[in-house]
């Protein structure tokens, strides 16, 4: 499908792997509309999408924050593809990791997320025109990482949310790709990782997360390993 005139949600758009997709989202001609938490990240990130042109709005919404993900979502007159993506990280040895550290990252990756696939789950069915939800979960959706048990269970957690609600709305023409990518090059784990050689660019990558927007809607693509080259 074209994405001329279809309205796609980013969640985590400020940086990193969510700016790069709301770019490509917007170079393939989509009205954006993109969330994160940081309004001076946000205020910069609106920089970036003006030099690009193009039809998008963003605004300060935590994914966390049950009630205020539904009442945008809910306001939205259309909604084709969600790119469920904000997410957090950390690295640290199981001895050193506070049982809070994994609440904290449940908090964003799984609850988060399930709060913002839900509701958009909702208006989609509502609207009747089916729709899609892309998942950004991890290549640690699909094998364990030392030092990071907690994003792997978070993102192993996401990777079960989307196989079970994509079999319950099988019959609604909502679809669900679980998207698995190995390092990118973003500062989730602090600064420098943007200049990592080893992980994939977030451009290049976002490129496949449009490719998969713009199948037709009889195809769904459940799960999208994907893994840099160089390691
Ligand atoms: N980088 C990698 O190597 C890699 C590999 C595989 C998968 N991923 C996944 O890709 C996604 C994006 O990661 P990234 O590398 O681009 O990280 P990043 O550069 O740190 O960006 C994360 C984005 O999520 C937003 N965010 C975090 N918590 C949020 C919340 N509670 N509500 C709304 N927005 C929130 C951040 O904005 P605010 O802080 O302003 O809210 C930011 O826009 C994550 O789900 C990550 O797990 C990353």
Redesign the pocket.
């Known amino acids: 499908m074209s994405l001329t005139n279809k309205t796609v949600l980013v969640?985590?758009?400020?940086?990193?792997?969510?700016?790069a997709i709301a770019k490509a989202m917007l170079t393939a001609e989509a009205t954006v509309i993109g969330?994160?938490?940081?309004a001076k990240?946000?205020g910069d990130a609106q920089q970036t999408l003006e030099a690009i042109g193009g039809s998008f709005t963003l605004d300060v919404?935590?994914?966390?924050d049950e009630s205020v993900v539904a009442e945008r979502i809910a306001a939205l007159p259309r909604l084709d593809v969600l790119i469920n993506?904000?997410?957090?990280?950390r690295c640290r040895p199981l001895f050193d990791t506070p049982t809070q550290e994994l609440r904290n990252i449940l908090d964003?990756?799984v609850i988060?997320a399930f709060n913002v696939m839900r509701e958009a789950a909702r208006l989609m069915v509502k609207l009747g025109a089916g729709g899609l939800m892309i998942n950004?979960?991890?290549?640690?959706a699909v094998r364990g990482i030392g030092n990071m048990a907690p994003?792997c269970a978070s993102?192993h957690a996401l990777l079960g949310l989307g196989r079970s609600v994509a079999q319950e709305l099988r019959n609604t023409g909502v679809r669900i790709t679980t998207f698995?990518?190995?390092?990118?090059?973003?500062?989730?784990?602090g600064p420098g990782?943007e200049d990592n050689p080893h992980?994939m660019d977030?451009d290049e990558l976002a490129a496949s997360v449009v490719q998969i927007a713009e199948l037709s809607a009889r195809i769904e693509v459940q799960e999208f390993l994907v893994l840099p080259m160089s390691v």
């Open positions: 969640t985590g758009a400020s940086r990193g792997f969510g700016l969330w994160g938490r940081d990240a946000l919404v935590d994914v966390t993506n904000a997410g957090i990280a964003v990756n988060g950004i979960a991890s290549d640690a994003y993102k698995c990518p190995g390092g990118i090059a973003t500062n989730i784990l990782g992980a977030p």
